[in-house]
């Protein structure tokens, strides 16, 4: 099986049906009734070695394109105003 980023595919596995767990399979940014799409696990912090659970995020792929976009400092202050799921972990 091909390795993508710095986690096996058994890894990456676990960890993004954990987060989808967590945060409800859907993008966390999209709105309630969006359509479902293909999702992608987001690192806040860039880091892609930093696979803990407070570090990632479920994401559609045109959010996950965009979060690319933004400074760590605004992509944290954009996921305390939308995502409201994640306080609980904290
Ligand atoms: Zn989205």
């Known amino acids: 099986m091909p390795t993508r980023g710095h986690l096996s595919g058994n890894a990456r596995k676990f960890a993004f049906m954990y987060i989808a ?3 409800g399979n859907r993008c966390l940014l999209c709105p ?3 359509p ?3 999702l992608e696990l987001e690192h806040v ?3 892609t070695n930093n696979n ?3 570090n990632l995020r479920l994401l559609c792929r045109r ?3 965009e979060m690319r ?3 760590i400092v605004d992509k944290r202050k954009l996921y305390l105003k939308h995502g409201r799921r994640i306080m609980r972990e904290r």
Request: charged share 35%; hydrophobic share 25%.
């Open 63 to 65: 959010h996950n394109l």
């Open 45 to 47: 912090d860039n880091n």
């Open 69 to 71: 976009k933004l400074s």
């Open 36 to 38: 479902i799409t293909a």
């Open 32 to 34: 309630k009734d969006a």
């Open 52 to 54: 803990h659970p407070t």
């Open 21 to 23: 767990e967590r945060d």
